[in-house]
Structures are given as C-alpha cells and as structure tokens.
C-alpha cells in the first residue's frame, strides 16, 4: 500500500483549519453559552439554596412559635383551671359557713324557743304550785297565823350584822313590825318584850297589817327588812323554781 503524502498533508490542513474555525466560531460561544448558563445555574442553585435556608428558618420559626403559643394556651388553662378551682373552693366554703350560720341560727332560735317556753311552763306551774300553797296555808287558824313566826323572826334579826342590829330602834327611832292580821294588845306586848330582849334595849313598834304575808312577821327599819312570813318563803321557792338552774332542759 502507498501512502499519498501530500493529500494526507492537506487532509491534515483542512482538519487543522476546520478545527481552527470550530475553536474560533462554534466551541468560543458556545462554551461561553455554557458557563453563562452555568453561572446563571448556580445563582438559581444559591437563590434555591437561600430560600430553602429562609424556608427552613421560617418554619423553625413557626414551629417555635407554635410550641410557644400551646404552651402559653396549656399555661392559660392551667391558670384559669386553677383559679375556677380556687373560686369553687372559696364558694363552697361560702356555702358552708352561710349553711353552718343558718343552722346555729335556727338552732339557737330552736333553743330559745325551747327554753322561753319551758320558762312560761315553769312559771305557770310555780304560780300554780304558789296559789294552791296559798289557798292551803290560808287555812291556818289566826292564832297560827303569827305566835309561830316570832321566835324565826328573832332568828332573823340575829342573823344581821352586829352593826345592823345595833341600828334596830335606836334613838328611839319607831320599827314597823307587819303581820296578816290585827294583832291584839297580849300579842303587841309579846312581840316587843320579845324582840327588846333580842336586841338588849327597849324599842318602840308600829303595827300593820297585810294579808298578802299569809302567815308571819315583817319587821322593818330604816336599811334593814327581816323577813318570816309565808309570802317571803313562797317568793323563794318561786325564784329558786325559776331560776336557770332549776329551769327545765
């Protein structure tokens, strides 16, 4: 086989020249086109990336501030849950102590009631029990009625301070000497010498009369009153029966 030289030559030179003319008019452009584009690209590729970045930062963002605004709504109910609770609580207590209130109201009315109408039950038994020891002891016999209640009536007048007794009828100063009926002279006469040797000195008695003492003696000075007489002893079983330790319960 024999080689053509000289047409491989220009072979060759043609090759050279088209792809000098390629290099210069077809590969320049286009592989500036390329790295147009390719900056072009990685400016889209960096937007892309920037705004993913901004994306993802705006969703932690949001995710943050989701989290935040539930636990702000957790913490809101808790709060409220608490407070509601506080409130029922401080109501309920309420409750209780208006209803506690009432019923010791109620109760203490209750008792009050109880015992104002034990008390008017007492009373009216004790006046009951008093008038039918009245009515009895109004049958005594007239002498009864006073010889009986001298010596008690010198027990009463001994049982005043000595400077009370000291003061009975001195200076001749006038006693009153009460009794249920009109006493006869033999009986004034007893009552002074009796009561004139309890006190050691002659004394001068004014007589009265008053039914209402049943049956006794009432003798009356100045700031002393000794008493012996039905009406008193009635008057002290009455006050002890209506006092409040004898009240019913």
Known sequence: MRIDWSTLVLQTVNALVLIGLLARFLFRPVAGIIAERQKVAQALIADADAARQAATLERDAAVRETQQLVAARTDAMKTI?????????ALLDAARADSDRLRAAAAAE??????????????????????????LLDRLPESARVSGFVEGLVDGIMQLPAEARSELGANDVALSLA????????????CRAVLAACLNRPISLQFEVDPSLIAGLELTAAH??????FKADLAQISAALLSGDNAPR
């Open 224 to 229: 002393a009153v000794v008493r012996n007489s």
């Open 179 to 190: 009794a249920p009926r009109s006493l006869g002279e033999q009986e004034q006469e007893s």
């Open 81 to 89: 849950a608490a407070q509601a609770e506080s409130e029922k609580a």
């Open 110 to 135: 209750t008792e009050a009631a109880r015992l104002e109408q034990g008390k008017l039950v007492a009373a009216r038994a004790t006046q009951l029990a008093v008038d039918i020891a009245t009515k």
